[in-house]
């Protein structure tokens, strides 16, 4: 959050920690939240938005500025997550019932999180807007490929009778998405608080990548006459998928076997990707020019009934199955994968990141026995795995974000959303670019600026 020197609060992001074990973090936002006049919005994923629903149940009653796109993106996530958190709170207490223990009361529901959407107020990228009391802060959002809508902010304010230049790099995206189009350049900052969560690392350049998918899905469905099970984020990665199988079934390359979109979430995201082209890339237009849709082709099926999930179960021909959620923590992807385990026919092929805690970082380790729903399975099935799906930049890809910064004129650099050593690592690369007073801070630290 940035305090003016007038005392404006503006609040870039509201986050939910993941994990366990972040209870306290999500519960302490460290400042009041009704003293909060303004929220700006990065992008829609739930690390970065998923705390706007208990911010406003706190008192929060202040404009969300953020693309439409974002906004869009958000009102299905934040419904989803609020509905997780009642399922998971209404579990909880019942067992707390039983055993006699007082009931807890969860970070926010359903109703926090409709009233959170009403608040939202949409800007296009480059479209500058005011805020504070006689409009002095000056800002404006660039694109910064990472998600659909998702945005670098850039603040003016007014400190000290001159005018602090603030960017807020959000997550950074890459140079290649295949989607959404490059990150856009922007002005010289003062300040900038910095993504790091690839810092000390570069991912794999994948230089045929619907080669290798359609090899997997042959080997798979064709050789072994196996289900092909991808657990996938509902959002950016399965519309990548959708659309790399897409274009092997235009081109004809794409056995004719059923692909099922398992996730009613990831429909929803499909849908509102369709409406945002606007943040698509040329080539991703141009193929939508030829072929009519980048996410619909013979043979795919979108399923949001719950029963018609289930049927998938009883079918016995070969199939791929994209589900949700990526890690494979929750949703229907754990049925999938604990229905297909122990068929050394079939394969699951993890493409994102994956902690180490969670059943899909547990495959991705090669573990041989995993716990599904509290049971014990023997991994029997193929585990194949595809890295060339992020959408976070690597340091090379953050450090090219940033090139259109001259080093030396930046005065201060602060390195959020990272691992410690990870922030680190990348600290030592800005500095060999030439950045300076590179500040890790702590949560909840103050820093003048
Ligand atoms: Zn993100």
New binding site residues.
Partial sequence: MITTEKGTKILLDCGLFQGIQTDEFNQKFGFKPAEVNYLILS?A?I??SGLIPRLVRQGFSGPIYCTAATADLCKIMLMDSAHIQEQDLERINKRRQKQGRPLLEGLYNTEDAQRAITLFKTVKYGETFHLGENREIAVFLTDAA??LG?AAVHLSIPDKGTFKQVTFTG?IGRPDDRILRKPDVFPQADIIISESTYGDRLHEKEVDMKGHLLKIVRETCVENKGKLIIPAFAIDRTQELIYALDQLSSAGLLPQIPVYIDSPLAINATRIMKEHDECFNPEILEYIEKDGDAFAFPYLNYVSDVNDSKAINDKKEPCIIISSSGMAEAGRIKHHIKNNIGDSNSTILLVGYASANTLAGALKRGDKHVNIFGENFEVKCHVASMDSFS??GDYNEMIAFLACQTPDRVQKVFLVHGEYETQVAFKLKLEAEGYKNIHIPALYENVEI
């Fill in positions: 992008h994923h690390d970065h990472h998600l998702s997550d959408g976070h």
